[in-house]
């Protein structure tokens, strides 16, 4: 190995020991008590290096963020392949979204609650925008193998998103009993009659309009300062 790969597997090391312990001082103590100065003291180097590799907390935060969102798109495409035009597609979208959520909340967390990041608009991290377009995709392939014509498959995209990510929410914040196991089988029944229910009251009766593409919906969870 040269000294130059040498240096670079040393900086990469480096980087990951810092991302993984802003993850476990978030799960300890909260994503408002992660600063650079307890992530130093937390790896033993000094702030100096930190700031060779994040400019600052935020840009650490952005790239967990990105972290996961790829981590959730892999889910997602495992779960979802290549959609079958089937509610089930949607629904086992829907169900990876909430497992990765429950094994990565400090992730989940960093993912919806960034202020200062963009949704909702083409400036939205990439990662983010292919999460929004793989649940597209499978919401439109049952609205096609259903027979809907759909306002924007965007409008129905955000709403599933809104609706997983607030059932996800509720049981992170523990504001609904039962925790996962409740909560789970709720949001999945939920998410089954709102399809039932387009699938009833929109087949051939709605102008359709373009599905084109645009990114992750704008429904997000602040952290706190």
Not at 128 to 152: C, G, M, N, P
Not at 167 to 181: D, K, N, Q, V, Y
């Amino acid at each position: 190995m040269s000294a130059t790969e040498r240096r670079e597997r040393e900086r990469t090391a480096q980087r990951e020991g810092i991302v993984a312990a802003a993850i476990a001082i978030a799960r300890k103590e909260g994503w408002r008590e992660v600063t650079i100065r307890k992530i130093a003291d937390a790896i033993e180097y000094t702030a100096p290096i930190i700031y060779e590799h994040f400019e600052n907390k935020d840009a650490l935060l952005l790239e967990l963020l990105r972290r996961g969102f790829r981590a959730l798109n892999e889910r997602l495409r495992a779960a979802i392949r290549e959609p079958s035009g089937t509610r089930n597609t949607i629904l086992l979208g829907a169900a990876a979204a909430m497992d990765f959520a429950t094994e990565n909340p400090e992730l989940y967390q960093v993912m919806h609650g960034l202020d200062g990041v963009p949704f909702g608009t083409p400036a939205a991290p990439a990662e983010a925008r292919e999460a929004f377009s793989i649940l597209r995709l499978a919401i439109e392939s049952w609205a096609r193998e259903q027979d809907l014509k759909a306002h924007s498959s965007n409008d129905w995209t955000e709403t599933v998103w809104a609706l997983i990510h607030g059932f996800i929410s509720l049981e992170m914040a523990h504001r609904l009993p039962g925790g996962t196991a409740r909560v789970k089988p709720l949001m999945l029944k939920a998410l089954g009659s709102l399809l039932s229910g387009w699938e009833t009251g929109m087949r051939g009766t709605v102008r359709s309009k373009s599905m084109s593409q645009t990114p992750i919906g704008r429904l997000r969870r602040p952290l706190g300062k």
